[in-house]
């Protein structure tokens, strides 16, 4: 007898799958199939036995390796390039590796982070068009589908991202581990709108205040949280990539650099690194550390260029749809709401782009 089962989200939670399949097994169900497609497993009932399952994502798609096939794995389900291992073994003493998966479930993140991206500026241009007059029609069901869409496709963005930093703690470790140093005296706020823009200003700043007495603590946004002592001498640096891996935390980190902040909100990602060193030393600094700085000059000339082209195509849809009627003052309330609310964006995009324009004019002079 066989049984089917539906689980539409398995990739993401691989760790519960294997659990629930080692369940299924102790309980007489055993993996025969599987349907990466439609996102069923097959079972036939046999005598309940107990067994470990292990998933694989094997873009090669070769036999197992002869290390796992002597632990005692071996193939009880596969599809395309997923591979649904089983072992019987009491003690076993190697496992599949979950790197190839896991870099699929970050593809999949960076994917839906876009989707989402993509929708909401699609939703704020028809807004930005006009609302359609009259009953409700095929544009209102339009533009419904494409709310659902985005609400549908940011909600899985954070399962997968929640699914894939759990699954990277376990395998990496705490890699990307904030070293948070708890205040034990009085603390001091400041804000600073844009710092991100300037990473050498910011590293600058940060500087300064670490001499002045003022440690950096804690950062939320623009909130800087200083804890107030003796002035120390501390090395900040702002660093951006396209990209990070575990390797990159481990490298700074067994070099003596704290990690106060990493973020991966825009497409590109930052994090913000501390060293202490003695007065009357050279400052550390990242090897190659002008070359490091012309590679992220370009990121975020990159990243300013797309700011600006965006709010280029924003002023033409503007101008083309909404000039005639606010000549004439005949735009409606919510027009006008959605004028104040795009000026009001504009104008902190262009400083942005402004500001990152001239750190990159800066590290080209060095």
Do not use: C
Not at 328 to 351: D, H, P, W, Y
């Amino acid at each position: 007898m066989t049984m089917k089962k539906w689980r539409p989200l398995w990739s993401y939670d691989v760790e519960k799958t294997e659990h629930w399949l080692s369940e299924m097994a102790a309980e007489g169900q055993h993996l025969t199939a599987m349907n990466r497609l439609l996102r069923i497993f097959t079972f036939t009932h046999e005598d309940a036995k107990i067994t470990n399952y292990q998933i694989m994502y094997d873009k090669s798609e070769q036999p197992l390796p002869k290390g796992l096939e002597n632990a005692g794995w071996e193939v009880a389900a596969k599809d395309q390039r997923w591979k649904v291992l089983k072992n019987s073994f009491a003690d076993i003493t190697a496992f599949p590796s979950p790197e190839n998966r896991l870099k699929r479930n970050r593809v999949h993140q960076n994917v839906l982070s876009w989707m989402t991206r993509l929708l909401f500026f699609i939703i704020f241009f028809s807004l930005l068009m006009g609302v359609p007059d009259g009953e409700p029609n095929i544009y209102w069901l339009v533009g419904v589908i494409f709310i659902g869409l985005m609400i549908l496709a940011r909600v899985l963005f954070f399962y997968v991202s929640n699914k894939v930093e759990v699954a990277e703690k376990q395998f990496f470790g705490e890699y990307a581990h904030i070293d948070v140093i708890e205040p034990l005296g009085e603390t001091l706020v400041k804000w600073r709108l844009g710092w991100m823009e300037a990473p050498d200003r910011i590293g600058k700043w940060l500087t300064e205040m670490a001499a002045q007495g003022h440690v950096l603590i804690q950062i939320k946004g623009a909130r800087f949280i200083f804890e107030k002592g003796q002035p120390r001498q501390i090395a900040y640096i702002l660093d951006y990539h396209w990209t990070t891996s575990p390797a990159y935390f481990d490298m700074h980190k067994s070099a003596g650099w704290q990690l106060k902040l990493t973020n991966g909100l825009r497409f590109t990602k930052y994090s913000l690194w501390a060293q202490s060193y003695n007065k009357g030393d050279t400052p550390p600094q990242f090897t190659n550390s002008n070359q490091e700085n012309k590679a992220q000059s370009r990121i975020l000339l990159v990243t300013a260029a797309v700011d600006v082209l965006l709010v280029g195509a924003w002023i033409a849809i503007i101008f083309v749809k909404n000039y005639s009627a606010f000549q004439a003052g005949n735009l409606i309330s919510f027009e006008k709401v959605m004028l104040l609310v795009f000026t009001i964006l504009a104008v902190f995009i262009i400083i942005g782009a402004m500001r990152s324009l001239k750190y990159v004019i800066r590290m080209w002079k060095i």
